[in-house]
């Protein structure tokens, strides 16, 4: 399938879009001609960042606004082929402390933008912004998609019911939406300012300003991070193929990793560095799901996808474009 001709001058938004897997997904749409538009509230501590957009902005419709105002919904998905909703809030320990405002965003928010695509433009294909999250506390590795339900925090309860959103429109009415479950996705123009939407961008300021990294536990807990190139990619296929109608995809990276040999890999990839162990803050160990890997076989055998990015050279890519635009990150 050559994706250029799927999404040439095809009318796509993308919700969420100044964010890290936004900004990156509207660079590779506008290289495949796409006609992108981007709405998204511009909250820093959600993500977002101007510099993320700077070098397209002459080549997308960019729309800073809330999207829990559901006239900007409704004006926004008028007329559009493609949806690619990235907009939430991702903080697990953020979900904690303020439950409402990730009800708010990832749940009442999905619902608006399902019901305004099933009212006002029905034909549209969304791809939905899913997170490993839903699962909990796994029961056996790898996991697939038959795994239960058991969200270990709100973050995970308020995603999955956004998702079952769209799920069920589907189901009901039809409507062309599929979700994608991430995990752990690093790269170029993620948040590093601090640990508050994922720990990899922190790790690697910290390398950067010579700092160590800060590991919780024994670091013995398994991750498979996937590069940002490749989650692209699936959003693409995805979108691409009526196979993925009502469905959802694990996706994930080409290694499991004990995050304690990810630092030592951080490391030995930048030059220089070092790591400690610290112990578990209790906020945060409450809510660990302990060791992760996906089985991604099922979008493997529907759309031909894989992660294809090894992870040191992953790794290598993100700290090099950090290296050279830690201003605009820290």
Not at 12 to 39: D, E, K, Q
Not at 257 to 274: H, K, P, Q, W
Request: hydrophobic fraction near 40%; charged fraction near 25%.
């Amino acid at each position: 399938m050559e994706l250029t001709d799927v999404f040439k001058e095809k009318r796509t938004l993308i919700t969420g879009g100044m964010g890290f897997i936004g900004s990156n997904l509207a660079h590779r749409l506008v290289s495949l001609g796409a006609r992108v538009s981007i709405v998204d509230s511009g909250d820093s501590s959600m993500g977002a960042n101007p510099f993320n957009l700077a070098d397209i902005l002459n080549q997308v419709d960019l729309k800073v606004a809330d999207l829990r105002d559901d006239q900007v919904i409704e004006r926004m998905i008028a007329g559009q082929e493609y949806l690619f909703n990235l907009a939430g809030q991702a903080s697990h320990a953020g979900s904690m402390e303020d439950p409402l405002a990730d009800l708010e965003i990832n749940a009442r928010c999905q619902l608006s933008i399902v019901e305004a695509c099933r009212k006002h433009n029905p034909g549209i294909k969304i791809i939905y912004a899913g997170t490993r999250q839903s699962y909990g506390q796994v029961r056996q590795l790898p996991i697939d998609e038959s795994h239960p339900i058991d969200p270990v925090d709100y973050n995970g309860i308020s995603k999955r019911t956004g998702e079952l959103y769209h799920l069920v429109a589907h189901r009901i009415f039809g409507l062309n939406a599929c979700s994608l479950r991430m995990t752990n996705v690093y790269g170029p123009r993620m948040r590093c300012r601090d640990g508050h939407l994922n720990f990899i961008g922190l790790w690697i300021r910290r390398i950067i300003e010579g700092k160590p990294i800060p590991v919780y536990g024994q670091g013995t807990q398994i991750r498979d991070p996937n590069f940002v190139d490749d989650v692209i990619e699936a959003m693409l296929l995805a979108a691409a193929s009526p196979i993925s109608n009502g469905q959802v995809y694990n996706l994930g990276g080409l290694e499991a990793v004990r995050l304690i040999d990810l630092a030592d890999r951080m490391i030995e990839t930048a030059g220089g560095g070092s790591r400690v162990l610290k112990p578990f803050p209790e906020a945060r160990r409450r809510i660990d799901i302990g060791d992760y890997q996906a089985n991604f076989s099922k979008i493997q055998r529907q759309l031909g996808w894989q992660p294809r990015v090894a992870l040191t050279e992953g790794l290598s890519r993100t700290i090099d474009f950090f290296r050279q635009n830690q201003e605009h990150y820290w």
